[in-house]
Protein backbone atom coordinates (compact mmCIF):
# COMPACT_ATOMS: atom_id res chain seq x y z
CA UNK A 1 0.00 0.00 0.00
CA UNK A 2 1.44 3.44 -1.28
CA UNK A 3 1.47 5.75 1.95
CA UNK A 4 2.59 9.89 0.62
CA UNK A 5 0.79 10.87 3.87
CA UNK A 6 3.07 10.57 7.42
CA UNK A 7 0.99 11.49 10.57
CA UNK A 8 2.45 13.86 12.51
CA UNK A 9 5.09 12.85 15.32
CA UNK A 10 2.93 14.79 18.30
CA UNK A 11 0.02 12.96 16.91
CA UNK A 12 -1.30 10.45 19.88
CA UNK A 13 -4.22 8.67 21.01
CA UNK A 14 -6.41 10.71 23.08
CA UNK A 15 -8.79 8.72 25.21
CA UNK A 16 -10.62 5.45 25.11
CA UNK A 17 -14.18 4.99 25.19
CA UNK A 18 -15.57 1.62 26.46
CA UNK A 19 -19.20 0.17 26.70
CA UNK A 20 -19.59 -1.55 30.02
CA UNK A 21 -22.09 -3.71 31.55
CA UNK A 22 -22.23 -1.79 34.61
CA UNK A 23 -20.89 1.70 35.14
CA UNK A 24 -20.56 1.83 39.29
CA UNK A 25 -18.74 -1.19 38.82
CA UNK A 26 -16.26 -0.01 36.16
CA UNK A 27 -15.64 3.10 38.35
CA UNK A 28 -14.65 0.83 41.43
CA UNK A 29 -12.03 -0.99 38.84
CA UNK A 30 -10.70 2.68 37.00
CA UNK A 31 -11.15 5.20 39.71
CA UNK A 32 -11.41 2.90 43.03
CA UNK A 33 -8.76 0.30 41.96
CA UNK A 34 -6.34 1.87 39.63
CA UNK A 35 -7.02 5.65 40.93
CA UNK A 36 -8.25 7.23 37.88
CA UNK A 37 -10.24 10.20 38.91
CA UNK A 38 -13.98 10.80 37.85
CA UNK A 39 -14.15 14.43 35.92
CA UNK A 40 -17.69 13.89 35.25
CA UNK A 41 -21.01 11.68 34.71
CA UNK A 42 -23.41 12.23 31.12
CA UNK A 43 -26.31 11.32 32.90
CA UNK A 44 -26.53 8.09 34.88
CA UNK A 45 -25.29 5.59 31.83
CA UNK A 46 -21.96 7.03 31.19
CA UNK A 47 -18.95 8.67 33.01
CA UNK A 48 -15.88 10.19 32.23
CA UNK A 49 -12.15 9.95 33.94
CA UNK A 50 -8.68 10.76 33.79
CA UNK A 51 -5.41 11.13 35.28
CA UNK A 52 -4.40 14.57 36.32
CA UNK A 53 -7.42 16.71 35.31
CA UNK A 54 -7.67 16.09 31.96
CA UNK A 55 -11.56 15.98 30.07
CA UNK A 56 -10.94 12.43 29.45
CA UNK A 57 -8.48 9.54 29.09
CA UNK A 58 -11.28 6.97 29.17
CA UNK A 59 -14.88 7.20 28.60
CA UNK A 60 -17.15 4.37 30.07
CA UNK A 61 -20.88 3.79 29.26
CA UNK A 62 -23.43 1.69 28.92
CA UNK A 63 -25.44 2.96 26.27
CA UNK A 64 -25.49 -0.62 23.90
CA UNK A 65 -24.50 -2.87 26.66
CA UNK A 66 -26.22 -2.30 30.39
CA UNK A 67 -26.45 -5.50 31.14
CA UNK A 68 -24.70 -7.57 28.62
CA UNK A 69 -22.21 -10.13 29.14
CA UNK A 70 -18.70 -9.47 28.05
CA UNK A 71 -18.03 -10.07 24.12
CA UNK A 72 -16.65 -12.46 22.37
CA UNK A 73 -12.50 -12.90 23.09
CA UNK A 74 -11.85 -15.21 19.59
CA UNK A 75 -14.03 -12.01 18.06
CA UNK A 76 -12.76 -8.69 16.45
CA UNK A 77 -12.75 -5.79 18.54
CA UNK A 78 -10.48 -4.17 21.44
CA UNK A 79 -7.71 -6.13 22.36
CA UNK A 80 -6.54 -3.68 25.37
CA UNK A 81 -6.48 -0.73 26.48
CA UNK A 82 -2.50 0.46 27.04
CA UNK A 83 -2.18 2.77 29.87
CA UNK A 84 1.28 4.63 30.85
CA UNK A 85 2.91 5.18 33.43
CA UNK A 86 5.69 7.71 33.62
CA UNK A 87 7.92 5.58 35.35
CA UNK A 88 8.90 2.45 36.64
CA UNK A 89 7.81 3.04 40.45
CA UNK A 90 4.82 4.19 39.37
CA UNK A 91 4.04 1.10 38.02
CA UNK A 92 5.52 -0.95 40.83
CA UNK A 93 3.48 1.12 43.16
CA UNK A 94 0.05 -0.18 40.91
CA UNK A 95 1.70 -3.92 40.57
CA UNK A 96 1.13 -3.89 44.85
CA UNK A 97 -1.96 -2.07 45.20
CA UNK A 98 -3.73 -4.40 42.55
CA UNK A 99 -1.80 -7.42 44.35
CA UNK A 100 -2.62 -6.55 47.69
CA UNK A 101 -6.40 -6.17 46.51
CA UNK A 102 -5.85 -9.91 45.12
CA UNK A 103 -6.91 -8.88 41.78
CA UNK A 104 -6.09 -11.70 39.22
CA UNK A 105 -3.39 -10.53 36.70
CA UNK A 106 -3.33 -12.19 33.17
CA UNK A 107 0.19 -11.75 32.26
CA UNK A 108 3.70 -9.77 33.07
CA UNK A 109 6.33 -9.00 30.33
CA UNK A 110 9.14 -7.49 29.55
CA UNK A 111 9.01 -6.02 26.43
CA UNK A 112 12.66 -5.02 25.77
CA UNK A 113 11.22 -1.12 25.25
CA UNK A 114 8.78 -1.89 28.30
CA UNK A 115 7.86 -3.37 31.22
CA UNK A 116 3.81 -4.56 30.98
CA UNK A 117 1.43 -5.97 33.57
CA UNK A 118 -1.66 -7.45 31.76
CA UNK A 119 -4.90 -8.05 33.75
CA UNK A 120 -8.56 -7.50 32.61
CA UNK A 121 -11.60 -5.05 33.49
CA UNK A 122 -14.70 -6.54 35.05
CA UNK A 123 -16.35 -6.55 31.69
CA UNK A 124 -13.07 -8.67 30.62
CA UNK A 125 -11.81 -5.61 28.66
CA UNK A 126 -7.86 -6.14 28.20
CA UNK A 127 -5.91 -3.59 29.97
CA UNK A 128 -2.37 -3.15 29.93
CA UNK A 129 -0.33 -1.11 32.65
CA UNK A 130 3.50 -0.27 31.56
CA UNK A 131 6.23 2.00 31.04
CA UNK A 132 8.68 2.94 28.51
CA UNK A 133 12.27 2.24 29.36
CA UNK A 134 13.88 5.27 28.24
CA UNK A 135 14.13 5.41 24.17
CA UNK A 136 18.08 5.20 24.03
CA UNK A 137 17.57 2.01 26.19
CA UNK A 138 15.42 -0.05 23.29
CA UNK A 139 16.86 -2.77 22.23
CA UNK A 140 17.60 -3.05 18.58
CA UNK A 141 18.19 -5.40 15.57
CA UNK A 142 21.96 -4.86 13.59
CA UNK A 143 19.68 -2.80 10.86
CA UNK A 144 19.00 -0.15 13.59
CA UNK A 145 14.95 -1.35 13.73
CA UNK A 146 13.37 -2.37 17.00
CA UNK A 147 14.01 -5.29 18.71
CA UNK A 148 10.84 -5.99 20.26
CA UNK A 149 10.08 -9.00 22.62
CA UNK A 150 8.30 -10.79 25.26
CA UNK A 151 9.98 -12.38 27.71
CA UNK A 152 8.93 -13.05 31.91
CA UNK A 153 8.92 -9.68 33.58
CA UNK A 154 11.20 -9.97 37.00
CA UNK A 155 8.47 -9.04 39.25
CA UNK A 156 10.48 -8.99 42.53
CA UNK A 157 12.77 -6.33 40.37
CA UNK A 158 10.12 -4.46 39.57
CA UNK A 159 8.99 -4.38 43.34
CA UNK A 160 12.47 -3.37 44.45
CA UNK A 161 11.61 -0.13 43.26
CA UNK A 162 9.44 1.12 46.58
CA UNK A 163 12.41 0.29 48.78
Known amino acids: MKNDYIIPAQTR ?5 LKVAD ?13 FELITMYGKDAAFISAGGYHHH ?20 LFH ?3 LYPTRK ?12 EYPFTGASDHGVSEALYLNDPDEN ?8 PKELWPKKEDGSLEMFTRALN ?6 ELE
Open 13 to 17: IGHVH
Open 126 to 133: GVELYWDR
Open 81 to 83: TAI
Open 90 to 101: DLAFIFKRLSDA
Open 58 to 77: IGLNTWYSKGAAPAPVHAPG
Open 23 to 35: INRSLEFYCGLLG
Open 155 to 160: LHGLLK
